[in-house]
């Protein structure tokens, strides 16, 4: 899926590259990284990952009385250095987007680049998407550090 228009962040992390891979998997980190009253005004319902290239992935949350469904399927898995899906939340389909997720060993760390790939429509919320995920991914340093 080639889409036009990217949000792209950068991250270096003392941890190395295979316990940050394994982050994006494990509903524990997931839930300290990606969602949840550390991060955002909200409660966490449910975060169930995939293992597998083709799985499916859901994750939950509830703002302000409302649940939020954030879905996607993996496309490419090739631990420790690359991790892709597809990403959307289920009450704006059919509008879809995908992560991609490129991890470089250094040392006895790692440096991501995560670039969110979306439709031309998406093209007013490339500086929120960059300030989002530049916090999960602070947030992911924390807790795999």
């Known amino acids: 899926m080639e889409l036009p228009v990217k949000a792209t962040v950068t991250h270096s992390f003392a941890a190395p590259a295979e316990k940050v ?9 997931i839930s300290r990284f990606m969602f949840g009253p550390q991060l955002r005004d909200e409660q966490i319902i ?3 990952p995939g293992k597998k290239v083709g799985d499916s992935f859901s ?4 703002r302000q009385g409302n ?5 996607g399927e ?9 991790l892709v899906f597809t990403w959307a939340v289920r009450q704006d389909l059919p509008a879809k987007s995908q992560i991609v997720i490129d ?7 790692c440096a991501i680049t995560l670039t969110h790939e979306m439709a031309r429509e998406a093209e007013n919320f490339v500086e ?3 300030a ?5 991914l602070n947030a992911l340093d924390g807790a795999v550090s």
């Not at 891979?21 to 980190?29: L, R, V």
């Not at 649940?67 to 879905?71: A, L």
């Not at 991890?103 to 760390?109: C, F, L, Q």
């Not at 989002?132 to 999960?136: E, N, T, V």
């Open 67 to 71: 649940d939020y469904e954030h879905i």
């Open 21 to 29: 891979f394994d982050a994006w998997f494990d509903p524990a980190m």
């Open 128 to 130: 929120q998407a960059k």
């Open 46 to 48: 449910s975060i169930h």
């Open 103 to 109: 991890i470089e060993p250094r040392g006895i760390g």
């Open 74 to 82: 993996y496309v490419e898995i090739d631990r420790p250095k690359k």
């Open 132 to 136: 989002a995920w530049s916090k999960m």
């Open 59 to 62: 994750f939950i949350v509830r």
